[in-house]
């Protein structure tokens, strides 16, 4: 029986054994397994046998989010990280070496933009792209590209990538593909739909949905053929090669980097995730009145939301998601200081955080977006009169109400 999402969520850790009769994987706190014999210790050490070495690289907590993870992405496995950055740089050390060429979206979110710039410095070259256009993926591609990175809605100004095709070029070329769904999350769409090899997630945000807790994910499709991948080292091809790629995600990424998620951290998610549709369903409305009412605004040149119509993306947002997301942006019109924008804001939160429960806000260019320069925020389309809005879960009127006192304010200086 096929259930929804927030079914399959409620009820997954009853799909194995619970502690006690729990309905919820209780929390695990031991740093460290023991064994009856030296013999079922090195079977678990050298991966013949199921069970936990040590916390560094996981326990029956983090495991149990793993699993739900997995089932929201219908993915084969999941690997959980201290955070979402934490997935991308681990995963990307452990499966890309000197000499390797990677192609990402030139919109990609500040601090991952931030990483492959260090990763160029540790021997990779990196290609930034106009994703958006798949043509544009295409004619970057090189004999040694291992992976092309992209992230369904850019965060802040929503671009919206060409995954549909970019995953058959993909496909058609054996290139690792890597999407980062954080924007959208399992609620709204799944990676593999369009042929995504690697789902990466920042749990931090709306998957748990509170502000309480750091995590992050990599899961794989089961799409991908790792027996082609020329980086997976000799110790990890054992077994069957579908589970190759995590192996050494979690052996060369979560267990020697040791950017480990905390079990109290993962237990938080997990919680937080049986409310996941629940949650983006109403921030996704709020969203969408927010957007419109602030697309008719004086003060207001540009809104950047893929549920409106002006979106240069919208057709293709509305063809690939269930729905638009709760994540937008706007620029105030020439003489406007979003400063006072946000400053005349009394129920929203000005704050960096985003997929949380409350809306918050922030000047991007001056905030996530400053240390990289006017120049490379240009040719990201990040205006300095930029407003970034992560829609919350708030009475409509409630926020509407906000933000119309706050433009009255502005409309009387």
């Known amino acids: 029986m096929t259930r929804e999402i927030t079914t399959r969520i409620l009820h997954a850790d009853r799909l194995g054994t619970v502690e006690h009769g729990a309905i919820l994987k209780p929390l695990h706190i031991a740093t460290a397994y023991g064994y009856e014999t030296a013999e079922e210790l090195t079977a678990v050490f050298q991966g013949d046998k199921g069970g936990h070495i040590y916390g560094r690289q996981g326990n029956p907590t983090t495991q149990a989010l793993e699993a739900k993870v997995s089932l929201m992405e219908d993915a084969v496995g999941t690997v959980c990280f201290a955070t979402g950055m934490a997935a991308i740089c681990s995963s990307m050390m452990a499966l890309l070496k000197k000499g390797d060429h990677v192609v990402a979206s030139r919109f990609l979110f500040g601090n991952t933009a931030s990483w492959l710039n260090t990763l160029t410095q540790l021997g990779c070259e990196v290609s930034l792209v106009d994703a958006t256009e798949a043509a544009n993926v295409q004619e970057a591609l090189r004999p040694e590209t291992r992976m092309v990175f992209v992230?369904?809605?850019?965060?802040?100004?929503?671009?919206?990538?060409?995954?549909?095709?970019?995953?058959?070029?993909?496909?058609?070329?054996?290139?690792?593909?890597?999407?980062?769904?954080?924007?959208?999350?399992?609620?709204?769409f799944r990676p593999k739909a369009v042929g995504a090899s690697l789902v990466v997630h920042s749990l931090s945000k709306s998957i748990c949905g509170h502000g309480n807790a750091l995590g992050g994910s990599i899961s794989d499709t089961g799409l991908y053929d790792w027996d082609k991948y020329p980086n997976i080292l000799p110790s990890y091809r054992k077994g069957p090669d579908a589970g190759w790629g995590l192996l050494q995600i979690r052996k060369k990424g979560l267990r020697d980097m040791g950017a480990t998620l905390s079990a109290e951290h993962g237990h938080r998610i997990a919680a937080g995730a049986e409310t996941l549709a629940l949650r983006m369903e109403r921030a996704c409305a709020n969203a969408h009145v927010l957007a419109k009412w602030l697309d008719d605004q004086p003060l207001v040149a540009k809104v950047?939301?893929?549920?409106?119509?002006?979106?240069?993306?919208?057709?293709?947002?509305?063809?690939?998601?269930?729905?638009?997301?709760?994540?937008?942006?706007?620029?105030?019109?020439e003489g406007v200081d979003p400063f006072d924008v946000l400053n005349a804001l009394q129920l929203v939160i000005k704050s960096s955080h985003l997929g949380d429960n409350r809306t918050l806000a922030l000047p991007v260019a001056r905030t996530i977006f400053w240390e990289m320069g006017a120049e490379q925020r240009e040719s990201m389309e990040i205006a300095d009169s930029l407003i970034r809005v992560s829609v919350g879960i708030e009475a409509q009127a409630d926020l509407l109400a906000d933000f119309r006192q706050a433009f009255d304010k502005l409309g009387r200086k």
């Open 151 to 188: 992230e369904t809605i850019a965060n802040p100004r929503t671009q919206v990538a060409d995954l549909e095709a970019i995953g058959k070029l993909c496909a058609m070329h054996g290139v690792l593909y890597v999407v980062d769904s954080t924007m959208t999350t399992p609620a709204l």
């Open 304 to 333: 950047h939301y893929p549920g409106l119509q002006s979106h240069v993306q919208h057709a293709r947002a509305k063809k690939l998601f269930k729905d638009a997301g709760a994540l937008l942006s706007f620029e105030t019109v």
